[in-house]
């Protein structure tokens, strides 16, 4: 059976019949044939959103607490279906079964956080000047309108939920469209929607391509769009969604600096290195991808990361290895590609640089954790984003000659400093141009903070009130507290 099309409270097939077959990227397997929608499903769930928003106002009207009492049910619904939200997380992405069930166990507080803050008080009162007579000023925020929401494939089931939680919280209809590599565990999530009755037409679900975005950036009727995913293609969304100028957040992509002092905690700075560059094999936008090191601790730390490297276990994610296959054969010849290229350029591989092929490896894309030493600033390898297990070293003497490399990038979206001078700490993190950071740790993220970048990282945060306030608008509303005046026009 074809995984359909969610608009309007219906589960309906693509207008033109199209399918895409999902993999199961560490066997080759067929997990799943999902609809393919084209420009016209998405016109039509454009329009039943609009349909929704603007005139029969169900979930734009309810109250806060009627919402929040729904993102409740979500939740629970949630927590009874983790197990098999993660099982087809790790199937459809390939990462290991643990990392698909933490990002299960994140998206369920992240409906929670947003259920709980939506009753909180927003807008203020102002004191204004009497110029005008007697005047009272305050605001409120709103809902933005029709939102379109586009997700990457890295984390399926989260990216859908940091999105589609503040949006819904705040009364918002929405017309959503996955990755088509990785999509079966945001259509369970809709189907939860299904369950617990979201009104028709406030959340809608587009699976397909390049086109279903396009139309979600470009139609006049989507108030909002946002996007989690490459530079280039958030370039184009910026382009399409000045149509009507429509508000826009982007999460885009990253190449962060990982700056290492020689006076760090050695054994922490290496686990939490590997975490930064091979969680999720690599297919994290925020990676740690770039290890800025002192020169004196440089050949100690590549060693040891090397043997750690070396020593972790790669295979199917439903056997909770290390690492996992990457996402599709796409995504793994680019990073081999980048290998080779990394190669011509000089740099020295110190371990990895292949593709698995052999017996149990032999149909799924799996690259082993790779490492280059000796890189210089003009290197692809180093500029670009390679978005898979591939690290970089570099080396620095002087705390300005790190920040300087730390900063030396296009991007802008996270880096870390490691060190056991706390001074140091907070004055190289206060210079790293980038929005998410962190001292002696790498990764951990958090619903209650905001989340996004400088620089061409993008636009915009998510997560935390930031989050929240993406899908409102803010209007300011002035009182005349005496009618029969006119303020200084009198006088």
């Not at 008080?121 to 007697?134: C, L, R």
């Not at 605001?139 to 890295?154: F, K, M, R, S, Y």
């Not at 406030?202 to 390049?210: D, P, R």
């Not at 690492?323 to 054969?329: A, E, M």
Request: charged share 25%.
């Amino acid at each position: 059976m074809i995984k359909r099309n969610y608009i309007d409270g219906k589960w309906v097939a693509a207008k033109s019949g199209a399918k895409i077959s999902i993999e199961n990227p560490a066997t080759g397997e067929i997990l799943a044939e999902v609809a393919d929608g084209n420009q016209e499903d998405a016109q039509t769930a454009i329009q039943a959103a609009k349909k929704s928003f603007y005139e029969t106002r169900e979930w734009r009207d309810s109250s806060a607490q009627d919402r929040a009492d729904v993102l409740y049910q979500i939740c629970a619904k949630i927590d009874e279906k983790r197990a098999e939200l993660a099982r087809l997380d790790t199937l459809d992405n390939g990462k290991p079964l643990r990392e698909a069930e933490g990002d299960i166990d994140d998206a369920y507080h992240c409906f929670q956080y947003y259920a709980g803050l939506i009753k909180k008080p927003a807008g203020g009162v102002y004191e204004v000047n009497d110029g005008f007579g007697k005047m009272h000023s305050y605001t409120l925020h709103e809902p933005v309108g029709v939102c379109g929401q586009i997700t990457p494939w890295n984390y399926p089931l989260l990216m859908s939920a940091w999105k589609l939680a503040p949006a819904i919280a705040a009364g918002n209809s929405v017309v959503f469209k996955p990755s088509p590599e990785a999509p079966l565990s945001t259509i369970a999530l809709f189907e939860i929607f299904d369950e617990v009755g979201m009104p028709p037409g406030s959340v809608n679900l587009v699976l397909g391509g390049s086109d279903v975005g396009h139309e979600l950036a470009e139609n006049i009727d989507v108030d909002m769009i946002t996007f989690t995913g490459s530079t280039k293609v958030g370039q184009g969304i910026m382009k399409a969604a000045a149509s009507n100028v429509k508000k826009i957040g982007l999460e885009l992509g990253g190449k962060s600096p990982n700056i290492i002092f020689s006076d760090a905690d050695f054994e922490g700075a290496i686990e939490w290195a590997m975490i930064g560059i091979f969680f999720n094999q690599g297919e994290v936008c925020s990676a740690g991808s770039r290890i800025i090191i002192e020169e004196s601790l440089k050949d100690k730390f590549v060693e040891r990361l090397a043997e750690r490297a070396n020593a972790m276990t790669i295979g199917n994610g439903m056997d909770n290895p290390d690492i996992g296959p990457l996402i599709s054969k796409r995504q793994m010849d680019k990073v081999l590609s980048y290998i080779s290229k990394g190669k011509e350029e000089g740099a020295k591989l110190v371990c990895g640089g292949e593709r698995l092929t052999e017996g149990e490896y032999s149909k799924g894309y799996f690259v082993k954790p790779t490492i280059f030493d000796e890189c210089t600033a003009e290197m692809a390898i180093v500029r670009e984003e390679i978005f898979g297990p591939v690290v970089t070293i570099q080396t620095f003497k002087t705390e300005e000659e790190a920040v300087a490399l730390a900063n030396d990038s296009i991007y802008g979206l996270a880096g870390a400093v490691f060190t056991s001078d706390g001074a140091r700490a907070l004055r190289v993190i206060k210079e790293i141009r980038a929005g998410i950071t962190w001292i002696n740790a790498y990764n951990p993220t958090f619903n209650e903070a905001p989340w996004g970048g400088y620089k061409m990282s993008g636009i915009g945060r998510e997560l935390g009130t930031y989050g929240l306030e993406e899908y409102q608008e803010v209007k300011q509303i002035n009182i005349n507290l005496e009618p029969g005046t006119i303020g200084w026009y009198e006088n």
